[in-house]
Every structure is written in C-alpha cells, then in structure tokens.
C-alpha cells in the first residue's frame, strides 16, 4: 500500500455513513422481480448454519480454500444462502487463484454495493439485494468481458444444479 492509497481511505471516511446505504450493481443481464425483506438479521439465525450466519450478516470472512464450491465448474444457479434468491449464473464462474468462487458478473438487480472501509482502503462490497447478506468483495482485476471479479464466500451461496429446480424464495 502506498501512501496515496492510505490517504484516499482515510479522506472517504468521513463519508462512510453516505455510502453505507446500499445501491443496485449495475450488471448485464434482466433478472426476477422480487421485494427485499425487511426483517431483522436474526430472522436468519435458524436458517442458516453458524458460520453462514457469521459471514451473512455479520459480514465475517471465510478461510480460503474452505468452501468446496470454489472448484464447482457444473451448469447451474448460484443462490443466496439465507433467502434462496439466484445470484450468479454458472457460465459467468471461473477460476481466479484465490480460494474463494469468483464471477465476473452477478444476476442483474441481484445485488446491492456499498463502500467498505475495514481495511483502511476503501473496497467495494456486495449483498444479496432481497435480504441484505454479505456475500464478498468486487474486484477491478477480472477477466473479460466486465474485467471485475465478484469475489464470493462459498458458505453464502447454494450451488443449484442446472437439472435442479430453483427452491422458492425462502422468507
């Protein structure tokens, strides 16, 4: 980190209650119609296992190299784990090195952003847009075509086989 990087983060700070309202990623392709949820975060605490809960709303971190589905290449749907809702489609998945599923684009209107300032430099976000659970961090180092990459955490996404039925919105 240099010090113009260090400076710009701590420049925006005092913007950060501005910016932590969530807004829309701006993605390619039309997605379901949906109402975000209005319930409160332990809403979810029996829906969902422990560290799912953990990373969802109480935007934790997995480890690395911990969630199976990052080695997951079948066609198919990625959902939200808590609310069931589709966030990624299989086709925009791929390999990025890191340890976490990564995607160049969500499902459009799926997804929410907001600034996020926890390591000093200002990153960028991203929940699941019904029911507001963390999901990871977007990234301007990706492949074509949207040179960006959704850097996920496995525990909060389901993988739905493509010859699978989408579960129903779970409320």
Request: aromatic share 12%.
């Amino acid at each position: 980190m240099n010090r113009r990087t260090l400076l710009a983060g701590f420049l925006a700070l005092p913007a950060l209650p501005v910016m932590s309202r969530l807004s829309l990623a701006d993605t390619h392709e039309v997605g379901m119609s949906f109402e975000p949820l209005d319930v409160p975060h332990s809403f979810w605490k029996d829906k969902v296992s422990a560290e799912a809960f953990e990373v969802l709303f109480e935007e934790a971190t997995e480890r690395p190299d911990s969630s199976p589905l990052d080695k997951v290449y079948d066609a198919g749907t990625y959902i939200c784990a808590a609310c069931y809702l589709p966030l990624f489609r299989s086709e925009d998945k791929f390999d990025s090195g890191t340890g976490w599923p990564s995607f160049t684009q969500p499902i459009k209107g799926h997804m929410g952003t907001k600034q996020d300032f926890k390591l000093i430099w200002p990153r960028t976000e991203y929940h699941c847009a019904r029911c507001g659970g963390h999901q990871g961090h977007v990234f301007k180092d990706g492949p074509p075509p949207t040179g960006e990459r959704w850097c996920n955490n496995g525990v909060a996404l389901r993988f739905v086989p493509e010859n699978e039925t989408l579960p129903e919105l779970r409320a």
